[in-house]
Structure formats: structure tokens, C-alpha cells
T-cell receptor, first 118, second 113 residues
Framework: DTEVTQTPKHLVMGMTNKKSLKCEQH?????MYWYKQKAKKPPELMFV???????INESVPSRFSPECPNSSLLNLHLHALQPEDSALYLC?????????????????FGPGTRLTVT | AQSVTQLGSHVSVSEGALVLLRCNYS??????LFWYVQYPNQGLQLLLK??????LVKGINGFEAEFKKSETSFHLTKPSAHMSDAAEYFC???????????FGTGTRLTIIP
């Protein structure tokens, strides 16, 4: 099973709302990622968790707050977003970030959450 | 720094014709190379990958790609296009020891009936 699930599929929120995106994988992967994808653009990396610890934060505004409660779950908490934050938010996972030999592994992506900020 | 160039933001081929999507990378050492496909309103699906070993890599849905170090290329091909191949295709690279995946700008493939 190489499935990464994301909920909700669609989310519409106002600029004063607080909402959360959820991502789950049951492949035993220990690295999980959040990407943001605008229309007709490639995904942009936001955050990376490795063994439930935040490993990479790509200078993302603090209105986005990631959380990794356990090895299978990844959340993205949203607060006071702007209309330009409207995008497809993709979660991905991989076996590990980098192994002891320096090798990295392919990432498996979820279907994404389409976020609209009004 | 590594980068990925996908030549042609939009490629159209007739159903049954050869599909060729181009990807060139710049890296001081051979990286890990990937092709992903994205159907409308969906996430990315891994088509194939090159890490080490055989330079001709076969993937899902009849796609294959060849790693050519001398040309720093990893072009994606399929002998006969199907209507279901219409999608956005992303080439991506990850340098050995580097944590990040770098995506190309994508190529939208249109299949003409």
C-alpha cells in the first residue's frame, strides 16, 4: 500500500478563521513533507519532518504551523491566512529523509487539499 | 546548486504517436532522478526513478526514461500515446546527500484524438 491520504479535499476559509489540514500514511515512512502548489507551477517545499522532528522550514510565514503528532500523522494548522495563500497543499512521505549512506528515497504524494482563502 | 530544465511547457501528440518529454539537469555529480505525473485536481504520482545501475528505467503505464550522463538528460518516452496520458509531467532531481527534491517547471501533455 503506497497511499497517502489527505483531508479535507477542499477547504474554503476566511482570513480570520483557524483551520487544519490533515495527512496520514501507513507505510512506516519516517519522513513527511508539506508542499504548496499554485496553478500551473511545480510544488514548493514548505516543511519537512524526519522522525517526528521538524527538519526543514523553508522560511514559511508563521500563519502556517506544522505538527507531527506521531509517525503516521502530519497536520498543517492555518490561521489568519491571506488570499494569496489559496493553493493546492500536498503532503508527501518517504521511507526516511536520508539514510546513513547518504541515499534518499522517492516521495509518495497524497491527493492534496484545495484551499481557497476568501 | 542543482536545477532542472524541462524543454517545452506544452507538448501535443496524436493518439498512438511517440511521446517524448525532455528533462535536463545541472549537477556536479549524477543525482537521483524522478518523473512524476499529475492529473487534473490530483496529487503527484511517481512514474519512474533513476538512482544507480541500469540507465534505462521502465516505469508505470508504459513509460520509460534513459539517464544519459554525457548529455545530463533524463528524457521520458512512451512508444504509443493514449488519451489517458493527458496530464502534467514533472521531472525532479535530488542530489546525493541532499534532503530536497528540485522540480522542473512541468510539461503539459495533450493527446490529439
Amino acid at each position: 500500500d503506497t497511499e497517502v491520504t489527505q483531508t479535507p479535499k477542499h477547504l474554503v476559509m476566511g482570513m480570520t478563521n483557524k483551520k487544519s489540514l490533515k495527512c496520514e500514511q501507513h507505510m512506516g515512512h519516517r519522513a513527511m513533507y508539506w508542499y504548496k502548489q499554485k496553478a500551473k507551477k511545480p510544488p514548493e517545499l514548505m516543511f519537512v519532518y524526519s522522525y517526528e522532528k521538524l527538519s526543514i522550514n523553508e522560511s514559511v510565514p508563521s500563519r502556517f504551523s506544522p505538527e507531527c503528532p506521531n509517525s503516521s500523522l502530519l497536520n498543517l494548522h492555518l490561521h489568519a491566512l491571506q488570499p494569496e495563500d489559496s493553493a493546492l497543499y500536498l503532503c508527501a512521505s518517504s521511507q526516511v529523509l536520508i539514510d546513513e549512506g547518504g541515499r534518499s528515497y522517492e516521495q509518495y504524494f497524497g491527493p492534496g487539499t484545495r484551499l481557497t482563502v476568501t | 546548486a542543482q536545477s532542472v530544465t524541462q524543454l517545452g511547457s506544452h507538448v501535443s501528440v496524436s493518439e498512438g504517436a511517440l511521446v517524448l518529454l525532455r528533462c535536463n539537469y545541472s549537477s556536479s555529480v549524477p543525482p537521483y532522478l524522478f518523473w512524476y505525473v499529475q492529473y487534473p485536481n490530483q496529487g503527484l504520482q511517481l512514474l519512474l526513478k533513476y538512482t544507480t545501475g541500469a540507465t534505462l528505467v521502465k516505469g508505470i503505464n508504459g513509460f520509460e526514461a534513459e539517464f544519459k550522463k554525457s548529455e545530463t538528460s533524463f528524457h521520458l518516452t512512451k512508444p504509443s500515446a493514449h488519451m489517458s496520458d493527458a496530464a502534467e509531467y514533472f521531472c525532479a532531481v535530488r542530489r546525493f546527500g541532499n534532503e530536497k527534491l528540485t522540480f522542473g517547471t512541468g510539461t503539459r501533455l495533450t493527446i490529439i484524438p
